[in-house]
């Protein structure tokens, strides 16, 4: 008994230090907001864990970071969320018109080069909803400018500047009227690659370590 225990604990050992090799190889790093971060008037960097957000205005964006601003007006009522980087930061892909709405990607999209139907700029705007009141006539009027899709998980295509290289990464969004939920972010660390949006997906990790014990059973079996 004492003995499978070990044989047990080398295996867990074993796959524990492939995942962290595949880890460490694997160039796609995933950080998702445990600490309900909000990205209102403050720096999102897409290298950094939720914990870590730097502080700091328009003017302290770095090439791996983006500053979300809010602009509001009374009347005729209106908000527009918008990242602002001064050509310093990360920048956004957008839809190419010349509003530069941020396109919303699915679930596994490449980031990367080779995208089409857009462009990546530093100036995006993420959404815009306005509302109206006519205080004569008693009519109300609203809607959205903005392509993000109210209430479902999306992400936004970025694109880092990291020692002067391009690096291509991702942010998870989920739009409720003027609020954008953030939900997860990550990079791609090689220079020059594309990421799928949203990958890796959570428990990735874990699976692999899993599918390493199964292969080091069936090795040590055929041993």
Do not use: C
Not at 71 to 77: E, I, K, M, Q, R
Not at 164 to 181: A, D, K, M, P
């Amino acid at each position: 008994m004492k003995q499978d225990q070990n044989g047990t604990a080398e295996l867990i050992a074993a796959a524990t230090a492939i995942a962290m090799a595949t880890t460490a190889l694997g160039e796609a790093v995933r950080y998702e907001n445990t600490d309900n971060w909000s990205w209102d008037f403050s720096l999102l960097d897409i290298t950094l864990a939720s914990d870590a957000q730097p502080t700091g205005g328009v003017g302290d964006v770095s090439g791996t970071s983006i500053y979300m601003d809010y602009f509001s007006d009374f009347y005729p009522a209106f908000s527009y969320s918008h990242s602002y980087t001064s050509g310093a930061g990360a920048e956004i892909f957008n839809s190419g018109f010349s509003n530069r709405y941020a396109a919303p990607l699915l679930l596994g999209q490449e980031v990367g080069p080779g995208m089409i139907g857009g462009e990546f700029n530093a100036n995006s705007t993420i959404d815009f909803v306005w509302s109206s009141y006519d205080y004569y006539t008693g009519e109300a009027d609203s809607g959205s400018r903005g392509i993000l899709p109210s209430g479902e998980d999306v992400y936004l295509g970025v694109r880092l500047n990291i020692a002067g290289e391009s690096h291509y990464g991702w942010i998870g969004v989920n739009r409720s009227g003027t609020f954008l939920n953030v939900t997860a972010w990550g990079y791609e660390t090689e220079a020059g690659v594309g990421i799928g949006a949203g990958v890796p997906a959570p428990g990735a990790l874990s699976l692999l370590a899993v599918g390493a014990v199964g292969a080091l059973k069936r090795k040590k079996r055929v041993g």
